[in-house]
């Protein structure tokens, strides 16, 4: 009797001792479960620090303002010319070889020949307005200034209806290609090329 109470006693501490050996793996405070909840706290915290930030949308041209800041005071004698760049839809305003402004604007849309800007060397012309309307594309814009073809192709407004309203698409596209062969620029800028670039000004239009 006294050794069949030995063998149960011997038995019951071997298995006393199994369960305490399995208990740390089934606890969520083990050693080995803090390990993981680190290890994934971890992973997380360097999941989130390698999400890239989205990446913000450009700010689309106010048609209502000069698109460059303050306009530059430009001299008597000024050897001023037009650098426009297809590529960048912007146009520049230049003194020799000094950027003295520069512009937003949309060129022609190059769906055709008869939406395409023109490259090469021009002057401006004599032929310039505070407004027109054009039945044939039923639009038109404020202050314009022929630089080809005495009234064809233009540097003016962005485009508006009969009423003189800015037309909404064209304006949201102003610094996207848009025209169908002028330049269009904000009001203000457009105002300011009418009252301060002269006559046989030249004109450098690019890819």
Not at 22 to 51: V, Y
Not at 99 to 105: D, I, N, R, S
Not at 167 to 194: E, F, Q, R
Request: hydrophobic letters at 35%; charged letters at 20%; one cysteine or more.
């Amino acid at each position: 009797m006294n050794v069949f109470y030995k063998v149960c006693i011997v038995f019951a501490l071997i298995a006393a001792m199994g369960i305490t050996a399995f208990l740390p793996s089934l606890s969520p405070h083990s050693s080995s479960g803090r390990q993981a909840e680190q290890n994934q706290t971890s992973h997380t915290i360097s999941s989130k620090e390698k999400t890239p930030a989205s990446s913000s949308k450009a700010r689309p041209v106010s048609w209502n303002k000069p698109s460059g800041g303050s306009y530059p005071v430009i001299g008597k004698n000024e050897p001023l010319w037009i650098d426009v760049a297809i590529k960048k839809q912007k146009v520049y305003i230049k003194s020799g070889s000094r950027t003295l402004y520069t512009m937003q604007a949309s060129t022609g849309l190059d769906s055709s020949p008869d939406t395409t800007t023109p490259t090469g060397t021009y002057y401006i012309q004599a032929e310039r307005g505070k407004w027109f309307y054009s039945p044939k594309y039923k639009e038109g814009a404020k202050y314009w200034v022929s630089w080809k073809n005495h009234g064809e192709f233009l540097f003016h407004s962005v485009p508006m209806n009969q009423n003189k309203q800015v037309l909404p698409a064209d304006a949201a596209n102003l610094g996207k290609k848009d025209s169908h062969g002028c330049i269009h620029l904000t009001v203000p800028d457009a105002k300011w090329v009418y009252e301060h670039i002269p006559y046989n000004t030249k004109v450098v239009i690019h890819a």
